[in-house]
């Protein structure tokens, strides 16, 4: 009979400290086959922050979840109110220099795709095609009655002429766009319905105690499958949306390597976490490997 595969496991104390040695990573992506794993510190260098890094927004912020947001008209008019005003400052951000290396990998035929746990489409706004958004997008609305599916955009104007002068000064931005606002400054804000049968707006985007879609599972699962290797840039692993791709690849005997300033939960499955900044590190891999990186973007975030 045939044993099915397992991973060995390491306690955290005797794990390898990171390295500053790009040469594994540099030599995965010469081979080609490469899928990257993105988490939200490939974003932090745009402007957006990260959850559980130094400074991250889970030491003084709580995510909406979706129990609470589908359960009580109080929590969505919080939740829209804070999220339409950090829309405003997501949606101008810019992709960096690791977003712009990404693409510039996959336009030179070394990656196999790029699944990302970012909402903020700054893979795409770089140029980056072949992008599975593993969490969603906010820069899409979608209808829990009807499903129906609208720009992010749209429902900004809207909102914007449904509360005339809402500008209060938040405290922070956090990475899902919310930003951080009192019960006093959300004060009566007014949600909106859907424009085709009036039920209630989401934003598109998987909330905390909300599944990731199964297709979407499955299509991710199925490009770790045909990847050779699987690079993960600025991600914890600390929920397993992310860290059972890594596992995928480990137990499928496929090299995963991080690029990632702290440990992560995936480090026991690694040949290697390099702790340098992404838009550095990347920007050095793409030198070595003699890949161009175009300095514009195509877009921003909201586009």
Sequence with gaps: MRMRP??????????????????PVAEALGAGGVLVLSGAGISTESGIPDYRGEGGSLSRHTPMTYQEFTAEGRARRRYWARSHLGWRTFGRARPNAGHRAVAAFERHGLLAGVITQNVDRLHQAAGTGNVVELHGSLDRVVCLSCRTLSPRRELARRLEEANPGFAPVAAGINPDGDADLTDEQVGDFRVLPCTACGGVLKPDVVFFGEAVPPRRVAQCRDLVREADSLLVLGSSLTVMSGLRFVRQAALAGKPVLIINQGPTRGDRHARTRVELSLGAALTALAQRLGVPVEGRAVGTAGD
Excluded: Q, V
């Excluded at 397992?6 to 040469?23: F, K, N």
């Design 6 to 23: 397992t991973l060995s496991w390491t306690p955290a104390e005797d794990l390898p400290p990171g390295t500053t040695d790009l040469e």
